[in-house]
């Protein structure tokens, strides 16, 4: 079946520094790839998304490119703030199971002023 | 602002007794996921509905677990007998008509079950 694999955290990083987080994935098909970020106390939102190979989903200054060629989704963002302290979650909806969607265990991320 | 409405936000339950968690979905969709979080540990599926069927319950426990989303009103999640170990966060998703694989999904804030 479907499944996600996340770097794993936590993952401490001063402000302006430099992230990534790695992801790969298992699936049959073409499936379409997602970044959640859930914030303390919050449900999962939406931060980007790529539904074809080679897509590159992009907000807030982050970035993730769909690479069919090595399952990878990873995300980065080039400098980074405090306020980007959460939950981030890789996730992925295959085209064999009808929108149900499968998720990575989330990396937690804290940045330090 | 209607998004994906959850409540309660928070419920607490002794041992044995039942749980019932509703979800109202966002405007104009009608598929509904249920999906758990255990303390340090990511999202783990349980159900996927639509209006008056389930369509995969693959993730959802064999006993005391089900799932139901009525053709008027919330779904809602039940847990009957429940334990220490059903202790956890239970988010509600939606998407929109027909499931489309691009689609992402809208999160409600979850509800917190505490078993004592």
């Known amino acids: 079946g479907d499944s996600v694999t996340q770097m794993e955290g936590p993952v401490t990083l001063s402000e302006e520094a430099f992230l990534t987080i790695n992801c790969t994935y298992t699936?049959?098909?073409?499936?379409?790839l997602f970044w959640y970020v859930q914030y303390p106390g919050e449900g999962l939102q939406l931060l980007l998304k790529?539904?074809?190979?080679?897509d590159k989903g992009s907000n807030k200054g982050f970035e993730a490119t769909y690479r069919k060629e090595t399952t990878s989704f990873h995300l980065e963002k080039g400098s980074v703030q405090v306020s980007d302290s959460a939950v981030y979650f890789c996730a992925l909806t295959g085209n064999t199971n009808a929108g149900k969607s499968t998720f990575g265990d989330g990396t937690t991320l804290t940045v330090k002023p | 602002n209607a998004g994906v409405m959850q409540n309660p936000r928070h419920l607490v339950r002794r041992r044995g007794q039942e749980a019932r968690l509703r979800c109202s979905p966002m405007k104009g969709h009608s598929h509904v996921y249920w999906y758990r979080q255990l303390p340090e540990e990511g999202l783990k599926f349980m159900v996927y509905?639509?209006?008056?069927?389930?369509?995969?319950e693959s993730g959802m426990p064999k006993e005391r677990f089900s799932a139901e989303f009525p053709k008027e009103g919330p779904s809602i999640l039940r847990i009957q007998q429940v334990v220490r170990g059903d202790s956890a966060a239970y988010f509600c998703?939606?998407?929109?008509?027909?499931?489309?694989?691009?689609?992402?999904?809208?999160f409600g804030n979850g509800t917190r079950l505490t078993v004592t």
């Open positions: 790529a539904t074809k190979a080679d």
């Open positions: 998703a939606s998407s929109p008509p027909p499931g489309q694989t691009n689609s992402p999904l809208h």
């Open positions: 509905l639509q209006k008056e069927n389930i369509i995969d």
């Open positions: 699936a049959t098909g073409y499936p379409s």
